[in-house]
């Protein structure tokens, strides 16, 4: 263990520099995080269940009726894909996690559920024209995206949506984003989330005032190696998000603020649902 390397990297780093790992790929980390994505009782990977099945519910009311062509980005390990495709729609769900996108299928074959799971970026996956009648992005996903990437998914949307189409996704509000700056804490131990054997994490957090940004950085050392996990969530206000809307294309949108139950600083009014209309 490198204490001087350690010491230089708990230093703020500048925005957007990458960490050295990434635990969606992470085969050991991976498999953690899917077993907290189907703990029905947390909002942490995904949110509970009473919470999934009343969004579900909200979504769908956003729509038009009828069956619908539905593409659901980051879908995790099919909490959302699965309730759709159980009410008669024609889902297809996409994430990075092969973990969570092999469960998420052999879940669908034992339910003898119809849904097309693609293991990839989505940033890079590429989507018909006019292919679907509603695309989904849940758990702010959209917040962790740089805004060159943001910009680029947009663009892909609007072309794969269908006229009269709904993008519906949320984000993190800039309201009270001092209260979301997590102090620095260690954690160690024989085993545990990170790793599979001794190893100690020192986790923290740095704020880009300027930039609507906190950085939550994680830095896991065991017997053998250094690696950082960061993770650069962006916040907005409505205006934020309707000046990117704009910008990239879309005219039609509305905002709300009240789809999730108050129960802290991540959900509640601190969570904006974005509902957008391809109207081209």
Known sequence: ????????????????????????????????????????????ASRKESTILKTIEWILSQTQKGNLNILDLGCGPG??????AQ?????????????????AQKRANKNKLTIQYINENYLNVKLDENQFDLIIMIYTDYCVLKPEER??????????LKPGGVF???????????LKVSPRSWESGEN??????????LSESFFYQEDKVILYQHIVSDMQKTEVYRFYTHFFSEKDLKNELIGNGFSEFSFYTDVLPREGIWSGENIIFCVVKNSN
């Open 1 to 44: 263990m490198d204490i001087n390397k350690i010491i230089k990297l708990s230093e703020q780093p500048e925005l957007y520099s990458p960490g050295t790992a990434v635990m969606w790929t992470d085969k050991y980390i991976s498999k953690q995080l899917l077993e907290v994505h189907l703990n029905k009782e947390i909002d942490l």
């Open 79 to 84: 909490l959302y894909t699965e309730l759709l």
């Open 87 to 103: 009410k008669g729609h024609n889902v297809t769900g996409i994430d990075f996690s092969k973990n969570s996108i092999d469960f």
């Open 151 to 160: 910009k680029s998914l947009l663009f892909k949307l609007k072309k794969a």
């Open 168 to 178: 519906i996704f949320d984000a993190n509000s800039d309201k009270d984003m001092e």
């Open 192 to 201: 545990g989330f990170w790793r599979n054997e001794p190893y100690l994490a």
